[in-house]
């Protein structure tokens, strides 16, 4: 075809109409996964200064948004738990009784269609809040594998529909596919954290969950934000352990991850949206530098162009308001 005059692009932009008729991506509610944290206590509703909008809630008050949630249409949670105590050990994070343990029961009793996706870490639960355990001043591999199978049979026996592990411990998905087979959880789908960076955009959330290191900092397991090659090799691991999806994260400035992983695994791929990039929009927002409903779809409809078919993101509950 000729070019211009022949050819105009600006055609199709004419009218609203006509925009909306040649638009490649949209969004839809159903690909979005709202996380939610619970905290101890009853009737307890705090919410986050990081992150507006969001509340650790306790037990019984997460049940009571789960049935929100669903009537807003949203049909799926990722789960995250403040627990009571923490320990060098990490007992709360596999403990029967445990906060998300209790929270995925109290869940599905009230909305037992709400699809239930677990954090499967140790960060929350450990007294020096990293995501293994702790030899001086290393975090020891395989030694924290063990802990994390356990969490992940746990949430799987508290009823979680799949689990989401995002220690970036090595071999950490055989070690829980091979758990979860043996407990007779061949069921229950593994969406690996597989590309997660080291990432300065989850300060808000470490302040939700209160799981910031108290000594260094998580560059040791978690990747250079810099490798795209090595994301891929981390992707390729995973689907070789047993994921059955893969979650890249964070989003925004991951999206050529996104898009190479898109490209070369037919898998699902899930890219989570974290608590920076929702925090800076919100904080720009809020000094009426950014129009807030517009800046978040044009970020979700990016990272949903890059090829994510999930995303989890905060903006879930308002995005039921603005589409
Ligand atoms: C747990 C975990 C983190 C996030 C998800 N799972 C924090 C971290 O790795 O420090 C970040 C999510 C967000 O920023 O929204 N390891």
């Not at 789960?79 to 994070?93: M, Q, R, T, V, Y």
């Amino acid at each position: 075809m000729s070019a211009f005059p022949a050819t105009r692009l600006r055609r199709f932009r004419r009218t609203g109409a006509l925009r909306e008729l040649v638009r490649e991506t949209r969004l839809d509610l159903r690909d979005f996964v709202y996380p939610v944290f619970a905290c101890p206590g009853t009737g307890v509703e705090k919410p986050l200064e990081g992150l507006p909008g969001i509340a650790q809630r306790s037990v019984d008050r997460l049940a009571d948004e789960a049935v929100e949630l669903m009537g807003l249409g949203i049909g799926a949670v990722l789960l995250f738990g403040i627990p009571e105590e923490k320990d060098e050990a990490a007992s709360g994070a596999y403990d029967e009784d445990g906060i998300v343990q209790q929270a995925l029961r109290a869940m599905a009793e009230r909305a037992p269609e709400m699809v239930l996706l677990t954090d499967v870490c140790l960060c929350e639960y450990t007294s020096h809040g990293h995501c293994g355990v702790v030899d001086g001043d290393e975090i020891v591999n395989d030694l924290s594998l063990d802990l994390l199978a356990k969490t992940a049979v746990s949430h799987a026996e508290a009823g979680a529909h799949a689990v989401c592990p995002s220690d970036m411990m090595d071999g950490r998905v055989g070690a829980i596919r091979g758990a979860l087979d043996t407990e007779g959880f061949e069921q229950v789908p593994i969406v690996s954290y597989a590309a997660k960076a080291a990432s300065a955009f989850y300060g808000p959330f470490r302040e939700a969950a209160e799981s910031a290191p108290a000594f260094g900092d998580r560059r040791s397991y978690q990747m250079d934000p810099a490798n795209a090659r090595e994301a891929l090799r981390e992707c390729e691991l995973d689907l070789q352990e047993g994921a059955d999806a893969l979650m890249i994260k964070p989003a925004f400035p991951s999206l050529d991850v996104i898009a190479a992983a898109r490209a070369r695994f037919d898998v699902p791929i899930f890219a989570y949206n974290v608590s920076g990039e929702y925090a800076m929009v919100k904080a720009a927002a809020a000094r009426g530098w950014l129009d807030e409903p517009a800046a978040a779809i044009e970020s979700l409809t990016a990272i949903k162009r890059a090829g994510a078919d999930v995303i989890v993101s905060y903006w879930a509950k308002e995005l039921a308001g603005w589409l």
